[in-house]
């Protein structure tokens, strides 16, 4: 960690002060950084924008993007306030950037009331048994979409 990684958090931790305050959502902020310069900001708004995806992570990933005109952050530092929910963790691994900064922890935010625990024990059960019924339909009717993809010669990977 150095001085430099300290001014990207702290800018972090701000916009989760700044995004609360201004009723956007939660106390979450994030900034996404490349080549030692920050490309994207990002703060909670899902009460806002009534959208329950819009956490701050997802957020400057989503702005991240589309400023540099790519779906991958693979040279860039993700700054964010708090450890990411599993959510962000997915959307984190998808958009491959190369490392992660958290300053408070998933503990941390429990004790507030953003407790995650029941995703991670969701996630650790047989689908049929999680909270939220999951039931496998027409499959054989999706199959064929997919292997079309398999065969596409100017498919872009991710």
């Known amino acids: 960690m150095t001085e430099e990684d300290k001014k990207f958090m702290r800018r972090a931790i701000a ?16 900034v996404v950084v490349k080549d030692g310069e920050i490309v994207a900001e990002g703060w909670n708004i899902v009460t806002s924008s009534n959208d329950p995806t819009a956490h701050a992570e997802i957020t400057a990933i989503r702005r991240a993007c ?6 991958q952050l693979e040279d860039c530092i993700l700054y964010t306030s708090c450890e990411p929910c599993p959510m962000c963790l997915g959307a984190i691994y998808w958009a491959r950037p190369k490392k992660v900064y958290y300053a408070l922890n998933h503990n941390d935010a429990a004790k507030i009331g953003f407790d995650d625990q ?12 999680r909270k939220v019924p999951f039931e496998n339909i027409i499959r054989e009717e999706a199959l064929p ?9 100017n498919r872009i990977d991710y």
Not at 17 to 23: A, I, L, N, Q, Y
Not at 66 to 71: A, D, I, V, Y
Not at 145 to 153: A, G, L, Q, T
């Open 15 to 30: 916009l989760a002060e700044e995004g609360m305050d201004t009723g956007a959502g939660g106390p979450f902020g994030a």
């Open 118 to 129: 029941f995703i991670y024990e969701e996630l650790d059960k047989d689908i049929e048994n």
């Open 66 to 71: 589309e400023n540099l005109n790519t779906f």
């Open 145 to 153: 979409v997919f292997e079309k993809w398999d065969r596409k010669e």
